[in-house]
């Protein structure tokens, strides 16, 4: 059984349902990487922010890595990867900014995107802030 089939994201779920299944097959991916989880869905206060899917946190550099969960059932207009737009990108990285602003001292950091459709793939530093 995959992890897809493990989180329920087959079937005949709710959207918010495979919604969390898939958040939590990434999250579930992403810690047998040795990724440790730090925040999951981080919103920015009040209208028109943001939103990050899972914050984690990569031991062997310390790296915080802002990750963007992105599911299809279907690869059509682009599947996963093409729903992640360029408005999709500048929330994620204001979001993360706002996060940043929390912590004494930033550390290195960098934007990755976990696509869901007939697997699971990682897309380590899919974008970046500029």
């Not at 495979?18 to 990434?26: L, M």
Request: glycine fraction near 14%.
């Amino acid at each position: 059984m995959t992890d897809l089939q493990k989180n329920g994201i087959a079937g005949g779920a709710t959207t918010k349902q495979r919604g969390d299944a898939g958040e939590e097959a990434a999250l579930a991916h992403l810690q047998r990487a040795g990724l440790t989880l730090v925040a999951r869905n981080y919103r920015t206060p009040g209208r028109g922010g943001g939103e990050i899917d899972l914050i984690v946190r990569d031991p062997r550099d310390g790296t915080l890595v802002f990750v963007e969960v992105r599911q299809r059932t279907r690869g059509t207009h682009g599947g996963a990867g093409g729903s992640i737009t360029h408005v999709k990108q500048r929330r994620i990285v204001f979001a993360a900014r706002h996060y940043l602003t929390r912590l004494r001292t930033p550390p290195p950091c960098r934007f990755d995107v976990v696509l869901i459709e007939d697997g699971i793939e990682w897309l380590q530093g899919a974008f970046d802030a500029g």
